[in-house]
């Protein structure tokens, strides 16, 4: 079982940058692939980035390259979404999400809370 909690969202200007974490409890956070989701209201639940178990190899949304970056820290079992030049359109919730590796959120077992982005112009 893996229980993860998200923070770090909140309301910033267009063009601005936020920081989310994702702290997860349980033994396995390791054993599992870690992924970024968003939702924005009235659309579906869309990938954004995901990590490997290791950390080494990540992978991005072709709307977030280049401006977003995924890391993990397995010993403190969290992982980050780093986000800079945020859009209008990035507002959405933003979850994190452990599985096996995909841009599937059908392929992640477990999921947090949410944590709101709200970017202004």
């Known amino acids: 079982q893996v229980q993860l909690v998200e923070s770090g969202g909140g309301l910033v200007q267009a063009g601005g940058s936020l920081r989310l974490s994702c702290a997860a409890s349980g033994r396995t956070f390791s054993s599992y692939a870690m992924g970024w989701f968003r939702q924005a209201p009235g659309k579906e639940r869309e990938f954004v980035a995901r990590?490997?178990?290791?950390?080494?190899?990540?992978y991005y949304a072709d709307s977030v390259k280049g401006r977003f970056t995924i890391s993990r820290d397995n010993a403190k079992k969290t992982v980050y979404l780093q986000m800079n030049s945020l859009k209008l359109e990035d507002t959405a919730v933003y979850y994190c999400a452990a599985g096996s590796p995909s841009r599937n959120p059908g392929d992640y077992d477990y999921w947090g809370q949410g944590t709101q982005v709200t970017v202004s112009s």
């Open positions: 990590i490997s178990r290791s950390g080494i190899s990540t």
